[in-house]
């Protein structure tokens, strides 16, 4: 597809009987179904499991308060250990909760199981990676991220898109492959786990910076300035953390943005719009009703700009906007009154 080492190769079957083929009776054989966990009963975790139930998977999803009942191929569950019993499972939990969740669910995981979060966000002032903190208090290892413009509503609707896994772990790739992937999904695959995990979180905080933008009801010019060089200097920012500069132009990085850009209703749009409209990040939380995740990261990544010296002015004044230290239009003016380098 481009230069970021993200592949879509296709999987050949090898004559054995598949999943839930019929059985003797001539109907499905539901206990032969691959199930597939899902933690956190939220809009996007219920995306992946309306996509995986499509795709012809059991489904269990775990959920403190579930917001939504039980189908015949997606059970729901508040008890941790019943998602022992599938080899793959994706955290859909916003970043700040997935380390203490995470560990309670490890107590009931080994080797053997295969563990992807779909978070937009880092841990604490010294950002670490997900897949870091996955690593640390379960018993797993092979650890994925995913990726991409993936929102709740198009997963559970079957809408045509695409995402990309970031893993060292053939397994893990393809077990996601299996579970989501599909004639209307596409699933890719880089080995640059950082990056996917850099730019998620990112483009979390320029989608934040998008519907703030509007908000002011600046024009298409600005907006396509801000989504240009706000990924030029999430590639800095990324590389400076281990990832690859062509994962941002990729769908990790640059694709996930434009889905943005483009208006694919995700919550932090509506957020930024909110705060530039003179709310609350707290009553624009409620009132999209999602954790922001980009919004808990911007101090940290402006602390890392100051530590290090990096070229990135605009990630270090959204975080005064969003903090409600600067306001937009200033913002605007510090970032026309920079001298201008080679593009």
Known sequence: MNSTNETDETNETDGTKAAGAPDE????????????????????GWGLADTAARNGRRVVLWSRRPQRPATDQIRVTQEL?????????????????????????????????????????????????????????????RI?????????????????????????????????????????LRIYSTDDVAGVEVAMTLVGLLSVATGYARGMGVGPATLAVMATRGMAEAARLGVLLGGKAETFSGLAGFGDLLAAFAGDGRPEVAFGEA??????????????????????????????????????????????????KM?????????????????
């Open 275 to 324: 705060l530039a409209l003179g709310e609350s990040p707290e009553v624009a939380a409620k009132r999209v009703g999602a954790n922001i995740e980009g919004f808990a990261v911007a101090r940290s990544f402006a602390d890392l700009i100051e530590r290090v010296g990096v070229q990135a002015p605009m990630t270090h004044l959204l975080a005064d906007v969003l903090e409600g």
């Open 144 to 184: 994925g991220a995913l990726g991409g413009p993936l929102v709740a509503k198009a997963l559970s609707e079957g809408e045509p898109g695409g995402g990309v896994v970031g893993t060292l772990f053939p397994e893990v790739r393809e077990a996601v492959r299996e579970a989501l992937g599909g004639s209307s």
């Open 25 to 44: 009776t001539g109907g499905p054989d539901p206990s032969s179904e691959p199930v597939v966990a899902v933690v956190g009963g939220g809009r996007f």
């Open 327 to 343: 306001g937009g239009q200033a913002m605007m003016a510090a970032l026309m009154a920079r001298s201008v380098g080679a593009e």
């Open 81 to 141: 250990g019943d998602l022992a019993e599938a080899e793959l499972i994706f955290i859909a939990v916003p970043s700040p909760y997935v380390g203490a969740l995470a560990s309670q669910l490890g107590e009931h995981l080994d080797g053997q199981h295969l563990l992807v979060h779909v978070s937009r966000g880092m841990v604490g002032a010294e950002l670490r990676p997900l897949t870091a903190v996955l690593r640390q208090v379960t018993p797993c290892r």
